[in-house]
């Protein structure tokens, strides 16, 4: 592979994390937002703050799709690095998490729970794209 297809390669894995890093963040921003609302609901917030609460969590799903094909693409765009391996950095742990997203919420609690796990995952996948992003750049 000659310099100029490899930086190409590298220039498209860079577009592809970049797009992963955004939709993650969103992810997070909405995850954030209903955890928030989440704690007022706990302490009897009533109706509206539930279903504001839902459409977060129904905004953060829709994210965390996008996020999780965001990612597959990256993957993608990392394998055509003819040194991929060398980054020793495995973002496949973090292709499954959407799958098992707000499967059967039923309680107030659980669901808290749920966002913050959730939410807990998602700030590391953002840390592990962020840092192939870096080493990415370095190598460009």
Same mark, same amino acid.
């Given at each position: 592979m000659t310099e100029e297809k490899r930086q190409k390669e590298i220039r498209e894995a860079i577009q592809a994390g970049e797009r992963a890093l955004t939709s993650l963040? *969103? =992810?997070? #921003?909405?995850? /954030?937002? =209903? $955890? *928030?609302w989440g704690i007022f609901d706990m302490m009897g917030g009533g109706f509206f703050t539930s279903l504001v609460k839902h459409s977060k969590l129904d *905004? =953060?799903?829709s994210y965390m799709e996008m996020a999780k094909a965001d990612l597959q693409r990256f993957k993608k765009e990392l $394998? /055509?690095?003819? /040194?991929? #391996? #060398?980054?020793?950095? /495995?973002i496949g742990s973090f292709l499954s998490f959407a799958d098992f997203f707000f499967d059967g919420l039923v309680v107030d609690y659980m669901v808290q729970s749920r966002i913050n796990d959730t939410r807990d995952k998602v700030q590391t996948a953002i840390r592990k794209v962020e840092e192939m992003l870096t080493e990415l750049r370095r190598r460009k």
């Open positions: 963040g *969103n =992810a997070k #921003e909405q995850l /954030d937002s =209903a $955890r *928030n *905004n =953060a799903s $394998r /055509d690095i003819p /040194d991929y #391996e #060398e980054l020793k950095v /495995d």
